[in-house]
């Protein structure tokens, strides 16, 4: 009879609890809706507009004096603005530049590599101005590698084609573009434009060679991307190539507008955005059984061609240069997506058949508010199945109550439990609290279990003599536990989203996920943790990206406003599969505090798994509240000896480089600045 009481007790609790969330979610709907009528009104008042300079003006002065905060002096900001002046002189060194000298050339036009395949390249010809189409000729005629084909179908109208027709059969009889078999490139006047899928479909149809390659009509190759990806494909037997991209304006390389410095291969990324985009090189046979574009996703038909083939792809590799030039202009998406509005629902459309490939059924894709076609994927998730929170602790009681309120009170995930991993405290007023939880309201919740006394049971001369070792906390708090997935949560952690717990539970159940983190902030809403960056840092192990950045802030290249793959993430708010925790033995007690959860990704990474960040599960994270500041007394001598064992345990790892942070970034910074320190002139002293 007392079961069914306690049961009916705890369903009216959540009954409240419930009816209670929704009335707040339903009142701040009310509230947004008002503010933004109210912001509207605002905006369209003709006061508003005419004092728009003067607002302006009034921001850049407030921007100044918040990096003047936040770098901590003058001095500070005028260091920054040389690094950047420096990292804007560092930008010529990708446009023209770059380009190969006269010794380079002849090097690399003499280069013999084992494999000298064919790269047809498939450009589709639409009313192309004739600037456009000149310097797009030029940069295929001028590589280093001159084993390439170039394929034009030609769709422009009545009005353009003969212009477009004469200046192709003047390059046709250029020395350049001359073999012993004939002509290095083919023209085909279509009798009807079939848009971008059709017209290189056309193209493909004319292609000789094992491997494909797919370009603009209005862009630009650097002349040394042909004998990078042939190098590629010998040294890595790639069969799918592609590299780093700028836009540029002004008929100009060097006046460049961004550079995208790409991750290699992430799946999670590719669902979320098109990141791989230009310039894609790929072995011929990919396309066996299936299409190059398809009609019906026209606006991201490279969108989808790209998640189909790296689908079957077996070695794909990303060359790590900036080698393909993206012209913006007044029609192209370079420019702005909204040129080709239906390029957003094609894009959408795209990444679900690519979803229900893989066998997701039930899911959602939404834009973000970075770009329209940077999107938010949810995943359904499967039952309700059960996951354990555990929180180590020592002393904090103020925190701990903070944080676990938090989960209580926004959490609309019901099927959870939380261990509080007691280690070491002596105060009242934690022992109050913890009496607090085992008599009080969340007491059928909570389950405080004690490490210190437990490991003195073990036979231990003084669990406390042996010092604090937060892996072992961590295994001990979990080996307690009863859930199907696990949380590792820091006790100086508040919880800001109410789906947070379902946010990583759509992730953490994919088969090929490890470990997935949080969106953290500092309670001034900067950026604490965005994943996690192998090398970063002046040890040179690991360090977070975009920290102490603004909360608003999209990221680079979005990068802030979608899920995506990552190295590792932080143990103050990861979840993991009980199974997949046990499977690499939970966390390495020799790493007593620091770097235990970048090592306990990396093994999940080593048996085949994803990390995952997702932005959108948030939470506030008052760092290191529990232990102090790393980098401060004996915590600086314990740190060193942390970061030595963790550099000789991934040593070839950490010399690989993180293979979701581009080379070209520094590792000194962790806003995705450039690597000024290739250029020996511009070096910030």
Known sequence: MSEELDYKAAYEREKLKTADLAGRIAELEDKNQELEFKLNRIKNNPIWKASTPARNAMHWVIRQRDRIRNQGSLRGVIAKIKYKQIEKKAMTHYGTESFP???????????????????????PLYNTPEKFLRDMIESVLDQTYKNWQLCLADGSDNEHVELVQSIVDEYMADPRAKTDAGCKIKYQKLFKNEGIAGNTNHCLELADG?????????????????????????????????????????DDINKMITMHFKPDYAIDNLRANNYICHFSVFKRSLLDGTELFRPKFDGSQDHDMILRLTDRAQHIVHVPKL??????????????????PYAIEAAKGAVADHLRRHGYDHFKITSTRAFETIFKI?????????????????????DLKRCIDSIYEKSVYDNYEIIVVEN?????????????LKNGGLKDIVKVVDYTSWKAEQGADSARSEGFNYSAVVNYGVKNSSGDYVILLNNDTQVITVNWIEELLMYAQREDVGAVGAKLYFPDRKIQHAGVVLGLGAHRTAGHSHYGQAG?????????????????VTGACLMVSRAKYDEVGGFDEGFAVSLNDVDFCLRLREKGYLNVFTPFAELYHYESLSRGLD???????????????????WKQVLEKGDP?????????RSDYSLNVEGYSSLRVQ
């Open 323 to 340: 080698l393909y030039y993206w012209r913006s202009h007044a029609a192209s998406v370079a420019s702005d997506i909204s040129a080709k």
């Open 424 to 436: 070491n405290s002596k105060g009242s007023e934690i022992r109050g609290y913890y009496e607090e």
């Open 101 to 123: 000298s006269e010794e380079t050339r002849k090097e690399q036009e003499a280069a013999v590599f084992e494999k000298m395949p064919l790269i047809s390249i498939l450009v």
């Open 660 to 668: 979701y942070y581009n080379p070209n970034f520094s590792l000194d």
């Open 631 to 649: 980098l401060e007394g004996k915590n600086a001598a314990r740190y060193d000896k942390e970061s030595e064992h963790f550099r000789t345990k």
């Open 378 to 398: 949810t995943y359904e998730v499967k039952g309700t199945p059960k996951v354990s929170i555990v929180i180590p602790n020592c002393e904090h009681a103020e």
């Open 552 to 568: 608003m802030n999209l990221g680079y290249m979005g990068r802030l406003c979608y899920a995506q793959d990552v190295s590792a």
């Open 210 to 250: 094992e491997y494909i390659g797919l370009f603009d009509h209005d862009d630009i190759l650097h002349p040394e991307v042909l004998y990078w990806y042939v190098k590629a494909i010998n040294e890595q037997d790639a069969d799918y190539i592609y590299c780093d991209e700028t836009t540029f304006k002004n």
